[in-house]
């Protein structure tokens, strides 16, 4: 941390003095802050949940595992507060769009931007039912004016909470944004840092605010205070960075993605430690195992191959007694292995 409050990190660091004394000397580090400028931006809002943004989110924010938050949403579903929660797509239907109407221009007039996020998939995007905030939920419930079958606990309203405010945000305007650009040099050690400072014009950020800092000025400075961190070189996933990276790689699918979490921790393949997955013995030996004499059918091509057959069934553009009788085959390969 610099003396004027400015928070930087750099990788692997050419350190001035020896690593024992950082703490006690880091007075005598200079900084500096140089190539200062400033950029506007418009941001857009970002779209309604889909299961996978969902998945991650409510795994960052709130610190809920995939298959924590499908059995809230599946509740939330099934009390008719939410729109189904297993889908890909983003699109917003005129229902939606209305319920959105009619929550912004009560409470911010300016600020109603309708978008559909028009995107293939049987169902839309997860979305609540009303146009009520997680506040005027609990009022209604409490007067009796809205009754369900379960008790709705903190999570429920905490993911609620999540799903409203990103579907309300997704239809508000754009926000405009200040941001600060410029380099930091400390004593021979470099980074370049881009820094959002003001809010010039206020959006969708009403609903998801946008974290500003202070603004910087250029000129040189002494360090505060220093940490060295050793970090290992592999980061560990949490469970939603993992069906992130399942979504991106094309494995799985709204359906299926808890689940596969869910069974991988159940099978003891992995075990979580402070909201990371860490990879067992066991799971290290089964995965070796399978990779070296069935790599060819568990391999993520695989994965991707027969996911695509499924979704060409469904369209029409495959025939399913012929791919059937290709997986057939290849079963009869892995029983002769």
Excluded at 189 to 207: A, D, H, K, R, Y
Aim: with cysteine; net charge positive; aromatic share 8%.
């Amino acid at each position: 941390e610099l003396s004027n409050g400015l928070k930087v990190s750099i990788e692997n660091p050419v350190l001035p003095i020896p690593t024992e004394q950082l703490g006690k000397n880091v007075w005598q580090i200079k900084a500096k802050i140089l190539d200062l400028k400033t950029e506007e931006k418009i941001l857009d809002p970002p779209p309604p949940y889909t299961t996978d943004m969902l998945l991650r989110d409510a795994s960052v924010r709130l610190g809920f595992s995939a298959n924590k938050t499908m059995m809230i949403a599946q509740d939330l579903f099934e009390m008719g507060l939410c729109t189904y929660h297993r889908t890909d797509s983003t699109t917003v239907s005129a229902v939606g769009i209305g319920i959105a109407k009619n929550y912004i221009q009560e409470r911010y007039p300016s600020m109603f931007a309708p978008r559909k996020y028009s995107m293939g998939g049987a169902h839309e995007c997860i979305r609540p039912t009303r146009a009520l905030d997680v506040e005027q939920l609990k009022n209604v419930i409490s007067a009796g004016i809205l009754r369900f079958p379960k008790r709705l606990t903190d999570d429920h309203f905490k993911l609620y909470d999540l799903i409203f405010k990103r579907f309300i945000a997704s239809q508000m305007r754009e926000a405009r944004i200040l941001y600060q650009k410029f380099r930091v040099l400390i004593d021979g050690n470099q980074t370049c840092v881009e820094n959002p400072v003001s809010i010039l014009s206020e959006g969708f950020n009403i609903m998801l605010p946008i974290r500003t800092v202070n603004a910087v000025e250029e000129g040189e400075y002494t360090l505060n205070s220093a940490r060295l961190l050793h970090l290992p070189s592999a980061r560990l996933f949490t469970q939603g960075e993992i069906i992130a990276l399942m979504k991106e790689r094309g494995i799985g699918r709204p359906s299926t993605y808890a689940k596969t979490i869910a069974t991988i921790l159940e099978r003891r393949y992995a075990i979580e430690k402070r909201n990371r997955l860490l990879s067992t013995k066991l799971g290290y030996r089964v995965y070796a195992y399978l990779s070296s004499k069935f790599g060819r059918y568990t391999s993520e091509e695989t994965t991707r191959r027969l996911e695509s057959l499924m979704d060409m069934i469904e369209q029409g553009k495959a025939d399913y007694r012929e791919v059937l009788k290709e997986l057939y085959k290849e079963i009869l390969e892995i029983r002769n292995a």
